[in-house]
């Protein structure tokens, strides 16, 4: 696992939207998982400036997004698909047909699932997996004791997570108590993870991803099992870390060509 501090937020998500950008670049028709939530929207914003200001192309893009409520329309305002489209899709040259979030309002859901999971299949599984970290530990919505195996599938939110996410909606109890997720093990078949996580609230869930063991207590932690996983972090997330000087040594100590900035 690659660990990198930042002084803040802003500074970790332009960093992202580094990475991401290279890879865009590098690789024009790659296949991107993407994330909602307040964490990565000042990634989206720098992608978006480079779209305009410096040409960035996403016409030959696909795109999968982590989860969606369950029973939530694409047209709601606090549906991810409306998030995506609101924040980012939009604003950037991406065919829409080639943007993909589960369908919440789905007939038979378990259906839902396993066509979503083949889609990513046939799109030749995905390059880089952008991801938030919940204060529980969750990634995408796959809870704490849930199976590290998982594979796109319908969870029911914790407590905990109702309660983050919860501000999003007029009325608490408006919130839906399940949503459609990309399991564990679907997110560790991506060629890459790319995981931010900002502020004191994560302090917590950052120590017990990167240094606490192996565990479905923290389904993130199952990211020290891939081969590839970066992890953004800034300060206040990383006070708890008891290795961040060592983190520090050797992001400064990369050779060139390893570094991102």
Same mark, same amino acid.
């Given at each position: 696992?690659?660990?990198?501090?930042?002084?803040?937020?802003?500074?970790?998500?332009?960093?992202?939207?580094?990475?991401?950008?290279?890879?865009?670049? *590098?690789?024009?028709?790659?296949?991107?998982?993407?994330?909602?939530?307040?964490?990565?929207?000042?990634?989206?914003?720098?992608?978006?400036?480079?779209?305009?200001?410096?040409?960035?192309?996403?016409?030959?893009?696909?795109?999968?997004?982590?989860?969606?409520?369950?029973?939530?329309?694409?047209?709601? *305002?606090? +549906?991810?698909?409306?998030?995506?489209?609101?924040?980012?899709?939009?604003?950037?040259?991406?065919?829409? +047909?080639?943007?993909?979030?589960?369908?919440? %309002?789905?007939?038979?859901?378990?259906?839902?699932?396993?066509?979503?999971?083949?889609?990513?299949?046939?799109?030749?599984?995905?390059?880089?997996?952008?991801?938030?970290?919940?204060?529980?530990?969750?990634?995408?919505?796959?809870?704490?004791?849930?199976?590290?195996?998982?594979?796109?599938?319908?969870?029911?939110? +914790?407590?905990?997570?109702?309660?983050?996410?919860?501000?999003?909606?007029?009325?608490?109890?408006?919130?839906?108590?399940?949503?459609?997720?990309?399991?564990?093990?679907?997110?560790? *078949?991506?060629?890459?993870?790319?995981?931010?996580?900002?502020?004191?609230?994560? %302090?917590?869930?950052?120590?017990?991803?990167?240094?606490?063991? =192996?565990?479905?207590?923290?389904?993130?932690?199952?990211?020290? =099992?891939?081969?590839?996983?970066?992890?953004?972090?800034?300060?206040?997330?990383?006070?708890?870390?008891?290795?961040?000087?060592?983190?520090?040594?050797?992001?400064?100590?990369?050779?060139?060509?390893?570094?991102?900035?």
């Amino acid at each position: 696992m690659e660990v990198i501090i930042r002084p803040n937020a802003a500074a970790g998500c332009i960093l992202g939207a580094k990475i991401i950008a290279k890879l865009v670049r *590098d690789k024009p028709g790659c296949v991107l998982g993407l994330a909602t939530g307040r964490t990565p929207l000042r990634l989206y914003q720098e992608l978006i400036r480079q779209h305009r200001e410096e040409g960035l192309d996403f016409s030959r893009v696909t795109t999968f997004n982590l989860d969606e409520y369950v029973g939530l329309p694409a047209d709601h *305002d606090r +549906s991810y698909r409306y998030f995506m489209r609101e924040n980012f899709f939009r604003h950037i040259n991406i065919d829409q +047909s080639r943007t993909h979030v589960p369908d919440g %309002t789905a007939a038979d859901l378990h259906v839902e699932c396993r066509r979503y999971e083949q889609l990513i299949a046939d799109a030749g599984g995905i390059d880089l997996q952008l991801l938030g970290l919940g204060r529980n530990g969750h990634i995408g919505f796959n809870e704490p004791s849930g199976s590290l195996r998982s594979r796109t599938w319908i969870k029911i939110l +914790s407590e905990q997570t109702l309660r983050d996410n919860s501000d999003a909606f007029q009325l608490p109890t408006a919130m839906p108590r399940h949503a459609i997720t990309m399991g564990v093990g679907t997110i560790l *078949d991506t060629r890459r993870c790319l995981l931010l996580a900002f502020g004191p609230a994560k %302090t917590r869930a950052v120590e017990r991803m990167i240094e606490g063991p =192996l565990a479905a207590i923290c389904p993130a932690s199952a990211l020290q =099992l891939h081969p590839r996983a970066t992890v953004i972090v800034d300060e206040a997330s990383a006070s708890a870390l008891q290795y961040a000087d060592h983190y520090r040594w050797i992001d400064a100590n990369k050779f060139a060509w390893q570094r991102y900035d």
